[in-house]
């Protein structure tokens, strides 16, 4: 599922990608791509494999990289192109792993000789990956899971980036630590000289458990944490930002295969697609996914959870505050930004209240298209149930914002003049106070307890 949705968005930028479904014994890329594929019926991964065993044999780094070239060239006649998806500017190609139809499919997989092929061509798979990557923008491989030797190709001879896939049970977490340690030894130790890039990538989160979901994300966190110190030789580091994304658990999801950057009408903070675009602007960075941590100031950073939600007309003054917000931001670990659109599906506004009752610190940003949303309504019961915390209302345009709130349990800013109405030296002046009275709740004085 990760890696068709991450597919689908890399198309949208105009990229050519091809997808590889090389989990053998349980193909399903295809499942998902069904629906836009012109034909099913075509031969693939297995089958390209079964036919490079008429090469000749060839030594490690005396490959007739030539021969193996035009044997390369003839992948094509395997791959199927992904043609009906909507608002695609540049391509996606698949491979699929066999025709899972011919009765001799499962008698294919069993009887290729994984370690005889690496014997007779050791850098076929090399070779290969220098040849996708000059055909290609991005080639995206669904690996099989477990020790395997289809699994190991795709762990550690294919790939420049490493996407570990799990979900939060000790089964899933210890497979995919070990499974970084191995990939980034052999890769160490072999003459590849290409490093390898590794992302670990939560997903299926329930947000309904707060107090589960809390304590493994900590568990993971750690975890990952203590393997990349030993895999890159690193100091103390954190990747407790990194780790602010991850995919959830999402109840529409979790029937069939459908794609969800394609079938979520509404895009919002909390929506898979936004989850995965998150994703996939990492993958993309040249930036260490880890932060090394800095004596003293880094480690008091606060625990404090932030959520500010705005609506979508009023992006470009929830820009303007940001700026004064963005030396506040570094001193809490949690900070989370959500856009309150209209009709959001009842599991979104499920997602929306979650995170306001996890919240230390509530800022809505108020105007008439944030109360017209229609969403708004749902969440007053919401806010009457939080009359201990911490709820600043900022009223950037006018609206009738004293119907919406209960003005003794906010925290009220510019509530006789709107932001919208202020001089721009009027407005730093109050972005500037909220900021400030945020920021000596994020960290208080000894003896006050947010």
């Known amino acids: 599922m990760a890696l068709v949705n991450i597919a689908v968005l890399l198309a949208r930028q105009g990229n050519r990608v091809l997808t590889i479904d090389w989990d053998l014994e349980a193909p399903g890329l295809e499942r998902y791509f069904e629906p836009y594929l012109d034909k099913t019926d075509n031969k693939g991964l297995i089958d390209f494999l079964i036919k490079a065993n008429v090469l000749p044999s060839m030594e490690e780094d005396d490959e007739d990289e030539t021969l193996l070239k035009k044997f390369y060239s003839g992948l094509d006649e395997y791959i199927i192109p992904v043609s009906k998806l909507p608002n695609i500017s540049g391509s996606i190609q698949f491979l699929r792993a066999?025709?899972?139809?011919?009765?001799?499919?499962?008698?294919k997989i069993l009887s290729f000789d994984w370690p005889g092929f690496f014997?007779?061509?050791?850098?076929?798979?090399?070779?290969?990956?220098?040849?996708?990557?000059e055909h290609y923008d991005y080639v995206l491989i669904d690996s099989r899971t477990g020790h395997t030797d289809a699994g190991g190709?795709?762990?550690?001879?294919?790939p420049d980036s490493l996407v570990l896939v799990f979900i939060p049970n000790n089964q899933n977490l210890s497979g995919v630590l070990a499974l970084?340690?191995?990939?980034?030894n052999y890769r160490k130790n072999s003459g590849d000289v290409r490093p390898i890039r590794i992302f670990p990538l939560p997903s299926?989160?329930?947000l309904q458990e707060k107090e589960k979901r809390e304590d493994w994300h900590k568990k993971y966190t750690h975890a990952f944490e203590n393997i990349f110190k030993n895999i890159y030789n690193l100091p103390d580091i954190s990747m407790v930002r990194y780790f602010e994304n991850f995919i959830r658990q999402d109840t529409f999801f979790a029937y069939g295969e459908e794609i969800a950057v394609v079938a979520e009408k509404t895009k919002t903070d909390l929506s898979l697609t936004t989850a995965y675009a998150n994703f996939l602007e990492k993958i993309l960075s040249a930036k260490k996914i880890w932060d090394l941590k800095k004596p003293i100031k880094d480690k008091e950073r606060a625990n404090v959870k932030v959520v500010q939600i705005y609506a979508p007309a009023d992006k470009h003054l929830k820009d303007k505050l940001d700026l004064f917000f963005k030396p506040v931001k570094s001193k809490t670990k949690f900070w989370r930004d959500i856009l309150l659109q209209s009709d959001l599906d009842e599991?979104?506004?499920?997602?929306?209240?979650?995170?306001?009752?996890?919240?230390?610190?509530?800022?809505l940003l108020?105007?008439?298209?944030?109360?017209?949303?229609?969403?708004?309504?749902?969440?007053e019961g919401t806010l009457d149930r939080m009359p201990n915390k911490n709820k600043f209302a900022v009223i950037l345009r006018p609206c009738l914002w004293d119907i919406f709130i209960n003005s003794d349990n906010f925290h009220i800013f510019s509530k006789n003049k709107p932001i919208s109405q202020l001089s721009d030296t009027e407005q730093?002046?109050?972005f500037n106070e909220i900021a400030e009275s945020i920021s000596r709740l994020i960290t208080p004085h000894k003896n006050h307890k947010l």
């Open 347 to 363: 599991n979104d506004l499920k997602q929306i209240i979650i995170q306001m009752e996890g919240a230390d610190i509530l800022i």
């Open 366 to 379: 108020l105007s008439a298209d944030f109360l017209a949303t229609g969403s708004s309504n749902l969440l």
């Open 204 to 206: 299926r989160i329930e």
């Open 428 to 430: 730093e002046e109050v």
């Open 98 to 107: 066999g025709n899972t139809n011919e009765v001799d499919y499962t008698d």
């Open 180 to 184: 970084a340690e191995s990939a980034s």
């Open 153 to 158: 190709v795709c762990t550690m001879l294919l």
């Open 119 to 133: 014997r007779k061509i050791p850098g076929f798979f090399t070779h290969f990956a220098y040849y996708l990557k």
